[in-house]
């Protein structure tokens, strides 16, 4: 139904930059919210931020705000994630996915269904 494909990964210096894409392909517009997550070796996967159609709303994990901006263009069917000041620790394997946006708790949700291949983001020091 959809098809997820990451690109942009990269070796690069600590505060350096980069710019991930996930381009969607299928049928993307019966999701309405996407996002990055990420895994490094030995680790659990870690949310890093998602967007949700319709709103512009945003979430981010505390350990990227400020640093990390994610957006979209529905245009293009395409997922972006700005990554500055880049640190050792963000180096980890970048996934994105889709899904659809539920409202609980007091915020949106997003139960993902489709899921990239993934980009690999390394970080030297």
């Known amino acids: 139904q959809v098809q997820l494909v990451e690109s942009g990964g990269g070796s690069v210096q600590a505060g350096g930059s980069l710019r991930l894409s996930c381009a969607a392909s299928?049928?993307?517009?019966?999701?309405?919210?996407m996002g990055w997550f990420r895994q490094a070796p030995g680790k659990e996967r870690e949310g890093v931020a998602d967007?949700?159609?319709?709103?512009?709303?945003?979430y981010y994990a505390d350990s990227v705000k400020g640093r990390f901006t994610i957006s979209q263009d529905n245009a293009k069917n395409t997922l972006y994630l700005q990554m500055n000041s880049l640190k050792p620790e963000d180096t980890a394997m970048y996934s994105c996915a889709a899904g659809r946006k539920r409202w609980y708790g007091g915020r949106w949700n997003c139960d993902y269904g489709y899921w990239g291949q993934g980009t690999q983001v390394t970080v030297s020091s």
């Open positions: 967007i949700y159609i319709g709103g512009g709303t945003t």
């Open positions: 299928g049928y993307p517009y019966l999701n309405d919210c």
